[in-house]
């Protein structure tokens, strides 16, 4: 099992829960599994074309996907999937 | 026995060192500690040697000489504090002793090589002195925050704390760019307020409240709303930026002035419970680009009017931002540079993560010549994916 780790503006599209858990042994396999039961929360991370958000962050066990293979960094059973969207607030 | 006579019995007990031995010896590994106070200290330092005021040896002597066996010569202004000084630290176990003999005066005398340290006056000693005896940060800690300059981004709920506490840790010129005046509904965060200023410029209401805390402070307004036309003005007289804004637009302004600049950018964010900070160093590598390639569609998110925020978790960040400047302006410690902190009020959760620069950040990247100011309304109102490329240049506003 992967858990993914949401932040509290996203936490409303899955349920309320701050977190969940899912299968796959990539990142995008894990985030495919999300959408399957919340595809609107799927929508805030990924375009529609399947792309990672630009202003969305994942990161592995605190490594930034987008430094190892993006949607293709492999996953073992027990990471962490942390969402860290941008906010502005000040 | 009296003060004489117990000198007398030191003079046989202590080693008595010349200045021109005791230079040399420091340079050889010997720990030189200059006992004198502060003010003594002013007059000159000599080369080599640490101060370390006699009131405060024993406390801090374990961490200058962790080692029992290390060699410590004591200076003062002749050899009488000196010969008790290391009378001191033989009871405490430190048996390589000696006293300069003569002290500072005769170090002088002899032409040996010093320096006038920066020195804080009569009232930084007392305003500082819980800070000032801090090992790390010390007179010369302190001198460094004295010729600071920091300008905060925003003198709202992020900016409100750092400000405070920058000015009372004597951030020497503490500037604050803010368009906005004081709202009822800022008071629950922005504490540099007050319910009698509702209605006053933020900045000015910003200048008395840090004023008053410490007037020996240079405190800088700049009542505007930055853009692409002023901000490099405003950014001319600064070292360090502290972003404290409330958008989109103008954090991607701040990123790529100071990218272009060469300043520092101490980040910070919060939204509802939740807070982000990191450090951007100047030049980037990561910069705020690298973690954001592009603000989210406005849908996708809320300001924090809309959100709603609690008051406590843009103080604990902005604090954060603060403590980053001190490091930064000290050299104390170790930055946030390359880390992203996530805390969560609600469950008081503080994490980590790692950033790394993006190879191919259009602003920071090895070999990128600065891409231009582009026209961040335009940039952050629709998510526009190409705006940058098709609108190079100054924002037109």
């Known amino acids: ?90 | 026995m009296s003060l004489d006579q117990r000198l007398e019995q030191l003079r046989g007990e202590i080693a008595l060192v010349s200045p021109s031995e005791a230079l040399a010896r420091s340079r050889a590994g010997a720990l030189l500690l200059d006992v004198r106070e502060a003010e003594e200290i002013a007059l000159g330092l000599p080369e080599n040697a640490q101060a370390v005021s006699r009131g405060y040896l024993e406390m801090r002597i374990a961490e200058l000489a962790p080692d029992p066996d290390q060699e410590i010569l004591l200076l003062c202004a002749a050899t009488t504090r000196s010969l008790l000084a290391a009378d001191d630290l033989r009871q405490m176990g430190y048996y390589r002793l000696g006293a300069v003999q003569g002290g500072f005066n005769r170090w002088k005398d002899e032409g040996l090589p010093y320096t006038l340290p920066d020195t804080p006056d009569r009232d930084a000693l007392q305003r500082y002195a819980r800070q000032l005896v801090l090992p790390e940060m010390g007179a010369s800690g302190q001198a460094l925050l004295g010729k600071a300059r920091v300008l905060l981004i925003g003198a709202g709920g992020l900016g409100s704390p750092s400000a405070l506490y920058l000015a009372a840790a004597g951030i020497g010129t503490l500037g604050l760019v803010d368009h906005d005046r004081v709202d009822r509904s800022n008071l629950h965060r922005q504490v540099l307020h007050r319910d009698d200023r509702v209605g006053m410029a933020k900045t000015e209401s910003a200048r008395l409240t840090l004023e008053a805390l410490n007037p020996s402070i240079r405190v800088q307004t700049h009542r505007a709303r930055l853009d692409s036309g002023n901000v490099e003005s405003i950014f001319a007289d600064y070292d360090i930026v502290v972003d404290g804004s409330d958008n989109f637009p103008t954090r991607y302004l701040v990123n790529d002035a100071c990218i272009k600049l060469g300043l520092t950018n101490v980040y910070g964010a919060v939204q509802g419970f939740e807070g982000q900070v990191s450090v951007f160093p100047a030049g980037g590598r990561p910069c705020y680009r690298c973690l954001f390639a592009e603000p989210p569609p406005p849908e996708h998110a809320p300001s924090c009017n809309e959100a709603g925020v609690i008051g406590v978790v843009p103080g604990i960040i902005g604090l954060l931002q603060a403590l980053e400047v001190i490091k930064l302006v000290t050299g104390i410690g170790e930055t946030l540079a390359g880390r992203l902190l996530l805390f969560d009020g609600r469950t008081t959760r503080l994490r980590e993560v790692r950033l790394g620069a993006d190879p191919e950040c259009r602003y920071c990247a090895a070999g990128m010549q600065f891409p231009g100011y582009i026209d961040y309304a335009h940039f952050c109102a629709d998510g526009a994916r190409e705006s940058e490329s098709n609108a190079p240049g100054p924002d037109p506003r």
């Open chain 1, 1 to 90: 099992m992967i858990r993914i780790e949401l932040p509290a503006a996203l936490q409303p599209l899955a349920d309320g829960q701050a977190g969940l858990e899912v299968t796959g042994n990539t990142v995008g396999e894990a985030l495919q599994d999300l959408g399957r039961k919340h595809p609107l929360l799927l929508s805030r991370i990924l375009t529609r074309g399947g792309q990672l958000r630009p202003h969305v962050n994942l990161f592995v066990n605190e490594q930034d996907v987008r430094a190892e293979r993006g949607l293709d960094t492999p996953l073992r059973a027990g990471d962490t999937l942390l969402v860290v969207p941008s906010v502005a607030g000040g």
